[in-house]
């Protein structure tokens, strides 16, 4: 008999269009220790409700060419467990812009699953229209158009990480604005005000966590009220989130380019609440596109922060 008090198992059932990264998504869920089963016939998805709680949690990977996939069928699957599974399920839809699939379609030189004999545009399109229902259902829905595997990988693990409700994870990354604002950030802070050392050309060529552009941003007579602030709301504000139970927070900085001011601010930031106890990670996403190591930074040599347990 089903235990009530106790967390029901969870259950990841991924889906999206072939070449957005199911695969990749399901890999990531595997390695955060998920038993993960790939291309799932729905017919054995019933038995898996009725049967016994499974000791892990599982990644079910559901792709449109099983023999027996069915949009309607698949929507039911979702509306059964969620009424009376004793199984906690979400659906993770892994989405992609026609565009971007086209041009990975093309790069790998492979044919569309939904259509071999035809373009890969038909395929897509064809699978667009199978998978529509289904992504309105979705729980979380991430765009991987914008995102390399490393994106891929942070987000689900953001999202999914097995015990991560139990303290509060804080993500500070920098960004430039002429990329567009992160995915699923929930404070963002413009640093375009603050001294730019690009045009110092002794600095130019190096990056926010070098030494020397450090000094030059935060000699900037509005850097320390501005951190002040920022540092103060931010304070004030974990607790309130781990009070509500909320298990991430990301908060992010962008500048023109991305690579001076808004790294500058986010290590500065990053690093006062890492020393206050806090289980913090840094990201530099226009740094990690361009594959810059953080070379004439010995301050820190990895992205992540030590983990204090607060």
Not at 154 to 160: G, K, L, P, T, V
Not at 164 to 177: D, K, N, P, R, T
Request: hydrophobic share 40%; charged share 30%.
């Amino acid at each position: 008999m089903h235990d009530q008090t106790k967390e029901a198992p969870r259950v990841i059932l991924v889906t999206g269009p072939s070449g957005a990264g199911r695969s990749t998504a399901i890999r990531a869920l595997e390695d955060m220790g998920y038993e993960a089963i790939d291309n799932l016939p729905l017919s054995l998805l019933p038995r898996l409700a009725a049967g016994p709680a499974p000791e892990r949690p599982l990644a079910l990977g559901v792709d449109a060419r099983n023999r027996d996939f069915s949009t309607n069928a698949l929507i039911a699957l979702i509306d059964e467990f969620a009424a009376n599974a004793p199984l906690q399920m979400d659906v993770l839809y892994i989405d992609c812009r026609t565009d971007v699939l086209l041009r990975r379609f093309s790069e790998t030189r492979r044919r569309h699953p939904l259509a071999p004999a035809e373009s890969p545009e038909q395929g897509i399109a064809r699978e667009f229209d199978l998978l529509r229902p289904i992504r309105a259902r979705a729980d979380v829905l991430l765009d991987t158009s914008e995102m390399s595997p490393h994106d891929l990988r942070a987000d689900i693990e953001r999202w999914f990480a097995p015990g991560a409700g139990g303290e509060l994870a804080v993500s500070v990354q920098s960004f430039s604005y002429k990329r567009g604002l992160p995915r699923a950030v929930d404070m963002v802070f413009d640093c375009r005000f603050l001294s730019n050392p690009y045009w110092d050309e002794a600095l130019r060529d190096s990056d926010g966590r070098a030494p020397a552009v450090a000094d030059y941003v935060r000699a900037d007579a509005l850097f320390d009220p501005f951190f002040s602030k920022v540092r103060t709301l931010t304070e004030m504000l974990l607790p309130a989130y781990v009070a509500e139970g909320k298990a991430h927070l990301s908060i992010a900085f962008g500048c023109t380019g991305g690579r001076h001011r808004s790294v500058v601010v986010a290590e500065t930031l990053a690093g006062a609440l890492a020393d206050a106890g806090w289980q913090v990670s840094i990201r530099h996403r226009e740094l990690e596109r361009l594959d810059i190591r953080p070379s004439d930074s010995p301050a820190r040599n990895d992205t992540k922060l030590k983990e204090k347990g607060r």
